[in-house]
């Protein structure tokens, strides 16, 4: 117990020194973060717990998830629901298909980890973006489009790896067509029914108490609850915990005060409660992929594949983002090219698509290089594309110069 405390004390404070030392150079934290995982290890310096599909998928992504869907109103939404939900289902069924058909060429992968790897490794996370949003106070329609595209693609990417880890292993008695239908839409639909019902749960009991903790308490429990029992049933855990943040968000923080169902003061505090919930998350997140990243054999390959992996991902991105970005262009909710380029170079991988990929059995063919592969990918997304994001927004006209 008392190691466990060290190893988490030990995190926190190299996290609060690196936060302190980026907002003094105008890094994202997430960036410097990993810089200084990485920094730490390679010098032999050990950091905080083993980083494994269970800590992600359990403690780090579900306030993750919950704390930024908390924070979408409905109304914003559903003005441009519409294409969200084209680059988050069809965009990100396109890149898998991209991803896979380009190793299976390129690299000589067999399909079936080709498969599960363009599944996982679609799966976006712009942590880093949005902290760089937040920290420049860039708000409005692009930020909205970054974060919940990136909450629905995660949903749709951690779906479709479900689906593809089962055909691989199904061997001679694979689904049809059709049977693989039924499964996306009861998987899909069951996750969303039970965060809805999780998150309606936690306001309703909300409704009878004033006492600010005891809303903090049963927003966690539907944060946390609302994933793990969707798990538990083998629907999306990830699509659960999202729903489950839109519902208290929207009937909770976001209501008039006559028909909210939160108190003033338990709607401030759970404001407060979970980004600090998630500051927390990433601070532990990225300093292990650092870390992580250090000490990975990527001898397995060398550098020439892992960056035609890198490159095929950014491929595939685009293939998820231009031409669907076309079907809604003279409408109103048109995506102008400026927004499709932010959409592009910033749809970072991470915390999720490790996770996968950490959970994948030993027996898949290939599966420590889809580990190794899945690193190169995640840290040159953090870094190269998180560090380059900001000249981009200036670029383009979303930031102002730097005086």
């Not at 208290?248 to 003061?265: A, Q, T, V, W, Y």
């Not at 650092?290 to 892992?306: D, F, I, L, R, S």
């Not at 994948?360 to 953090?382: H, K, M, N, Q, Y």
């Amino acid at each position: 117990m008392s190691e466990n405390l060290q190893d988490i004390l030990l995190m926190l404070s190299v996290a609060m020194l690196v936060a302190l030392a980026a907002r003094r150079v105008k890094l994202p934290y997430t960036i410097g973060l990993v810089i200084v995982g990485a920094l730490l290890a390679d010098s032999k310096i050990e950091i905080g717990p083993d980083l494994t599909s269970e800590l992600i998928l359990d403690l780090i992504l579900p306030p993750l998830l919950f704390e930024a869907a908390l924070a979408l109103r409905w109304r914003d939404l559903r003005a441009d629901l519409a294409p969200i939900l084209t680059f988050s289902i069809l965009g990100t069924i396109l890149a898998m298909a991209a991803v896979a058909a380009g190793l299976v060429w390129l690299l000589g992968w067999p399909l079936a980890p080709a498969l599960v790897f363009g599944a996982l490794i679609s799966a976006t996370d712009p942590v880093a973006i949005i902290a760089m949003f937040k920290d420049n106070k860039f708000h409005g329609r692009l930020s909205l489009l970054v974060e919940a595209e990136s909450l629905f693609n995660d949903g749709a990417a951690a779906v479709l790896f479900a689906l593809a880890l089962a055909w691989t292993q199904a061997g001679e008695h694979a689904p049809s067509a059709v049977e693989a239908a039924l499964t996306l839409a009861r998987v899909v639909a069951g996750g969303l029914c039970v965060g809805a019902a999780m998150g309606a749960m936690a306001i309703v009991l909300s409704r009878g108490t004033s006492d600010h903790l005891v809303e903090l308490t049963l927003s966690t429990i539907a944060a946390f609850g609302s994933f793990l029992v969707a798990e538990r049933l083998q629907v999306s855990g990830v699509l659960a915990t999202v729903a489950a943040g839109l519902v208290i968000g929207n009937f909770g923080i976001f209501s008039p005060d006559e028909r909210s169902f939160l108190s003033k003061r338990g709607r401030e505090a759970m404001t407060n409660h979970w980004e600090f919930a998630a500051f927390l998350a990433n601070s532990v997140i990225f300093l292990l992929i650092g870390a992580n990243v250090a000490v990975m054999h990527y001898e397995t390959y060398g550098p020439v594949v892992v960056g035609g992996v890198i490159a095929l991902t950014l491929v595939s991105r685009a293939l998820a983002v231009y031409p669907l970005a076309l079907l809604f262009r003279g409408r109103a909710n048109a995506i102008a090219p400026a927004e499709q380029h932010v959409l592009w170079w910033g749809g970072l991988r991470g915390a999720l698509g490790l996770a996968l990929a950490l959970s994948l059995p030993a027996s898949l063919p290939l599966r420590d290089e889809i580990v190794v592969v899945t690193f190169g990918v995640v840290a040159f997304s953090i870094v190269v594309q998180g560090l380059t994001m900001p000249p981009l927004l200036r670029l383009l006209g979303f930031l102002p110069s730097p005086r």
